[in-house]
């Protein structure tokens, strides 16, 4: 299971991103006018670089988010599946609530 606590104080949603030779994700403020949240680029070594955010506990608590996107991608591909087979034990079922219980699992799953 994920921590996610340590990501307390990242940046809300949405995040809006924009790809030129790099990949910036922002949002708008206010007044409409676009902040950067990170900016995540190539450096010339062929590794990668992270800036932005307001503060130090938000930056930190998005870089975290950030490295942690594959763990959030496997969770989600589990309880996909998890949910699948829930499916398949809930249509073999003999009751009256079959039909709105799969419903529901297959909206979920979407």
């Known amino acids: ?24 994700a922002y949002q708008f403020d206010e007044n409409d006018n676009p902040k950067m949240i990170c900016n995540v680029f190539r450096d010339g ?5 992270y800036e932005g955010g307001w ?6 608590a998005n870089q975290k988010l950030i490295a942690d996107a594959p763990l959030f991608l496997a969770e989600v591909k589990r309880l996909r599946e998890g949910i699948k087979q829930l ?6 079922m003999l009751t009256g609530y079959r039909k709105p219980i799969v419903k529901a699992l297959k909206e979920m799953i979407e």
């Open 87 to 92: 499916i398949v034990r809930v249509e073999g």
């Open 45 to 49: 070594d062929g590794g990668s670089a």
């Open 1 to 24: 299971m994920i921590d996610i606590d340590k990501y307390k104080g990242h940046t809300e949603a949405p995040w809006l991103e924009l790809e030129v030779d790099k990949v910036v």
């Open 55 to 60: 503060g130090d506990n938000e930056v930190e």
